[in-house]
Antibody, heavy 120, light 107 residues
């Protein structure tokens, strides 16, 4: 079955960097776009970033563009989210999600999330 | 960017009730709309794609409809496992946005 497992969440000071990882299994990883979606404490869902199946195309929410960078390693079945210049408003649970059968329109499977807290 | 507005924000209902949640898009999104269910402390679960396509394993009491800017999620007979928060989500022009969520709570 499809499994997505995020890691790397931590408490970090404003302005610092952090890298999240998501290891995928149970499907042909190299055929699907992948996303990061976040959820601030007690708030709704916010799409953060997308990476195409081959890693050649990426897209970002306006709130993170220029600070966050998504990448993937198809040989390892893993996607990454490099988060630089972190702000308190980046505090959230970060989920990785597999694109649906179309590749990218919807979020078919989700990991359990990893918590990032940005605080001094 | 396209904004998604759900109503109501909170819905109080009883087991067996028919429940309807509305999602409105700020501009036309054809049928590029999905619905998710989220329970406290858990990841969202994908329920419906392309406005009305029920995902495998999702009970048939869930249904979706709509096109363009107005969409609905209906639960025909609310079950105890259905008390949760529901989100709509749209895709358009290389951007994805969610509604603010509708919490279905026990009346």
């Amino acid at each position: 079955q499809v499994r997505l497992e995020e890691s790397g969440g931590a408490v970090v000071q404003p302005g610092k960097s952090l890298r999240l990882s998501c290891v995928a299994s149970g499907f042909f990883f190299g055929s699907y776009g992948m996303h990061w979606v976040r959820q601030a404490p007690g708030k709704g869902l916010e799409w953060v970033a997308f990476v195409a199946f081959d890693g050649k195309n990426t897209l970002y929410a306006d709130s993170v563009v220029g600070r966050f960078f998504i990448s993937r390693d198809n040989s390892m079945g893993t996607i990454y989210l490099q988060m630089d210049s972190l702000r308190p408003e980046d505090t959230a649970v970060y989920y990785c999600a597999k694109g649906d059968a179309s590749g990218w329109y919807f979020f078919e499977y989700w990991g359990q999330g990893t918590l990032v807290t940005v605080s001094s | 960017d396209i904004q998604m507005t759900q109503s109501p924000s909170t819905l109080s209902a009883s087991v067996g009730d028919r429940v309807t949640i509305t999602c409105r898009a700020s501009q036309n999104i054809d049928s590029w709309l999905a619905w998710y269910q989220q329970k406290p402390g858990k990841a969202p679960k994908f329920l419906i794609s392309k406005a009305s396509r029920l995902q495998s394993g999702v009970p048939s009491r869930f249904s979706g409809s709509g096109f363009g800017t107005e969409f609905t999620l209906t639960i025909s007979s609310l079950q105890p496992d259905d008390f949760a928060t529901y989100y709509c989500q749209q895709y358009n022009d290389y951007s994805w946005t969610f509604g603010q969520g509708t919490k279905v709570e026990v009346k």
